[in-house]
């Protein structure tokens, strides 16, 4: 290959490798920020020192390029592998965190490394030639998988996807054989046995995945538990703990959506960007697989719904995930109806209300501040609060809040807690405190960000230290 050849089938890749790169930095595939611009910035000079003939720039353009492709593709690739995501496994999709795309560029030299000895011993065959040849196939597979798309949703099983990767390699080498260095038959023979085998091998590995079983997912095993709260660990991901301060359902999600106590245990509806999945209060996933999750006020079914071309189809799971209404119902307002079923649906999480009035204590608003009186008159507390709620136990909390000045222009809430006669018990220096925990617990959040958690004899039975965000109320896991 001459030179002009050599910095023809230069420019290809390194133009491609600059593009990628700019769109790195440009939709974030990474959560690294200066990352997407040392990649840049990289890529401009490998192609600046293949143009000016070094030809060692090509190595780092190889691996630069391999590394690009294998994160790019990365989620996708895993959720043809583990089809049936779940919290133990899956992935976020197209966030990497540091650790991830290390493990990914090391992978990269690998890939690099091995082609490098197969191509060194057994094909001797040009490397920028081979390199345009695999992104050029790439290229008109993923066009074909695109056009194939926009068809009607058509979607190309992974094997009808190596058989267009290996034709459109086939039909290159044909084109640009005079290219390739390939001088002995015994090469091109060693070479179309590859690109036949690697394809191949990858078709049938995802194709054998398509029946695997789900993931293994790791049950809670710890001590035994009444209630469980929804808690946000400091990277905001979403998960829930039970009294003991253990984490039931791991700190994995962007949110918990909906909760359900029933007599057989707790329905847990968790989301993230693999999408819904439906718990129970040990954190086995009783179904992932259906389009939406409907909790009803009366029952201790879930009713279930999936969409597909002819519409809607509804039916139900029970406390193990177990299909006990087929889908055959075109609403769920029909299943109810037939199945006799109260359709009062639960829009959000259980949870216990704080009250504004108790047989003895009332609270009561002029001029937007509140207070507590008794009902025979009493001040318990005067008309300067901002919020005043009341607990419905036995004996009654008071919880007020006033708004003070934080920082000159900052205003804040601070909450103090009270007895039933006005004593304080805990003084305004807590950001939060929440007095509506079904096991009749007092979260309190201090300006030190620090939680924890009083019983009714205000004794510390829970401190969570600073390792969470925020915690919800505490629910009970049983009817």
Not at 361 to 368: A, D, G, P, Q, S
Not at 402 to 424: C, R, W, Y
Not at 443 to 460: A, D, G, H, P, S
Request: glycine residues 6%.
């Amino acid at each position: 290959m001459n030179i002009i050849n050599e910095k023809k089938y230069f420019i290809v890749p390194g133009i491609l490798l600059f593009l990628i790169s700019f769109l790195d930095g440009l939709y974030q595939f990474n959560v690294i920020s200066y990352a997407s611009l040392i990649y840049l910035l990289i890529a401009a000079l490998v192609l600046y020192l293949g143009i000016i003939g070094i030809g060692k720039a090509r190595i780092i353009m190889y691996v630069l390029l391999c590394y690009h492709i294998l994160s790019i593709w990365y989620p996708s690739f895993y959720s043809m592998l583990f089809p049936y995501n779940n919290m133990e496994e899956d992935i976020i999709w197209a966030v990497y965190d540091f650790i991830s795309l290390f493990m990914i560029f090391v992978l990269s030299l690998v890939v690099i490394l091995v082609l490098y000895f197969l191509n060194h011993f057994l094909w001797k065959v040009r490397t920028l030639w081979l390199c345009n040849m695999i992104i050029g196939s790439l290229i008109i597979m993923e066009i074909t998988v695109l056009i194939f798309g926009m068809i009607k949703g058509l979607v190309l099983q992974s094997f009808v996807k190596a058989g267009l990767w290996i034709a459109a390699f086939l039909v290159l080498w044909r084109l640009t054989r005079g290219d390739s260095g390939l001088a002995s038959k015994k090469s091109k023979i060693l070479l179309a046995v590859f690109i036949f085998l690697v394809p191949g091998i990858i078709s049938g590995i995802l194709l054998l995945s398509k029946n695997n079983v789900k993931p293994k997912v790791k049950e809670y095993q710890g001590k035994d538990f009444s209630y469980l709260a929804v808690a946000t660990d400091v990277s905001g991901y979403i998960g829930m703990i039970n009294e003991w301060g253990d984490e039931v359902i791991p700190c994995k999600f962007t949110s918990i959506e909906k909760t359900k106590a029933c007599k057989d245990g707790l329905f847990i509806l968790a989301y993230n960007d693999t999408g819904e999945y439906l718990m129970n209060d040990k954190g086995k996933i009783l179904a992932d697989q259906y389009d939406s999750y409907t909790f009803l006020e009366q029952s201790d079914l879930v009713l279930i719904s999936i969409y597909d071309e002819s519409g809607e189809k509804c039916g139900a799971v029970n406390v193990n995930g177990e299909l006990v209404i087929p889908l055959k119902y075109d609403s769920i307002e029909k299943l109810c109806e037939t199945e006799g079923l109260d359709d009062t649906k639960i829009m959000g999480t259980d949870r216990r209300k704080t009250v504004y009035e108790t047989d003895d204590l009332e609270v009561i608003e002029k001029n937007e501040k509140k207070g507590v009186i008794r009902k025979d008159g009493k001040v318990i507390l005067p008309l300067k609060y901002y919020s005043v709620f009341l607990t419905d136990t036995n004996p009654v909390y008071i919880c007020a809040g006033q708004a003070v000045v934080h920082n000159e222009n900052e205003i804040m809430i601070d909450n103090a807690l009270f007895d039933q006669n006005g004593k304080e018990l805990i003084p305004f220096e807590n950001h939060s405190i929440i007095i509506n925990n079904e096991n009749g617990w007092i979260q309190v959040n201090n300006r030190e960000k620090n939680i924890y958690f009083l019983n009714q004899n205000l004794e510390k039975v829970l401190n969570l230290g600073d390792q969470y965000k925020s915690v919800g109320v505490f629910m009970k896991t049983r009817k």
